[in-house]
């Protein structure tokens, strides 16, 4: 079992570019979380997959901020334009169905720079 | 809402010796989910200890075990027999049971711990 795999492990980039994150969850599992962690505000839930369909994209701040899962082997969130204040660490994460017990699983994050 | 709270920003314990970790949050449910992580500073998530809400006994693995006191709302970790490894941001998460966004983890802000040799 590979885990959840992240790509890149560091992006730096300037504002006003677009960024996409990808992330290929571990095989077998139906849920997919986006997390971004900052000092300031911790983790935080931008979206979460279930099937490939979103279910709560509530924590996704703007609309500069989309996600998709086009099958349940991969996502990607994607910035654009791109700001200095995305500057954060972004963590895919996925679990299975069978009982909320089921512990997420996280990819080793990426770490976005917006200069 | 759901919301954690971990009021130890910073501990620290020397090596071998025993720390409790601190977490409370505010729930409706009754049904629900804690979970410790722990993350070094390569900054891999690593799940530490799980606890359901139903149980009442709590949760042991290895050296780290809980001490969940549900009318409280309380859920401590205790890190035994300290080692260097240990050191890390330790977070305390929530899931709900079931209904609404059952999926998402609430995470506490997080206690950094340091391991004195």
């Known amino acids: 079992d590979a885990g959840v795999i992240q790509s890149p492990r560091h992006e730096v980039t300037e504002m006003g570019q677009e960024v996409t994150l990808r992330c290929k969850p571990i095989?077998?599992?139906?849920?997919l979380f986006w997390y971004r962690q900052t000092m300031m505000r911790g983790l935080e839930l931008l979206i979460y997959?279930?099937?490939?369909?979103?279910?709560?994209d509530s924590g996704m701040p703007e609309d500069r901020f989309s996600a998709k899962m086009p099958n349940a082997s991969f996502s990607t969130l994607k910035i654009q334009p791109s700001e200095p204040r995305d500057s954060a660490v972004y963590f895919c994460?996925?679990?299975?169905?069978?009982?909320?017990?089921?512990?997420?699983?996280f990819g080793n994050g990426t770490r976005l720079t917006v200069t | 809402a759901q919301t954690v709270t971990q009021s130890q920003p910073e501990m620290s314990v020397q090596e071998a010796e025993t720390v409790t970790l601190s977490c409370t949050y505010d729930t409706s449910e009754s049904d629900y989910y804690l979970f410790w992580y722990k993350q070094p500073p390569s900054r891999q998530m690593i799940l530490v200890i799980r606890?359901?809400?139903?149980?009442?006994q709590n949760a042991t693995e290895n050296r780290f075990s809980v001490n969940f006191q549900k009318a409280a709302k309380s859920f401590s970790l205790k890190i035994s027999d300290s080692q260097l490894g240990d050191a890390a941001m330790y977070f305390c998460a929530y899931r709900m049971g079931y209904g609404g966004s059952q999926g998402n983890l609430i995470f506490g802000k997080g206690t950094k711990l340091s391991v004195k040799p």
């Open positions: 606890q359901e809400a139903y149980k009442q």
């Open positions: 095989s077998g599992h139906d849920y």
């Open positions: 997959f279930n099937n490939n369909v979103p279910i709560d």
């Open positions: 994460a996925s679990s299975r169905t069978g009982g909320n017990n089921s512990p997420l699983h």
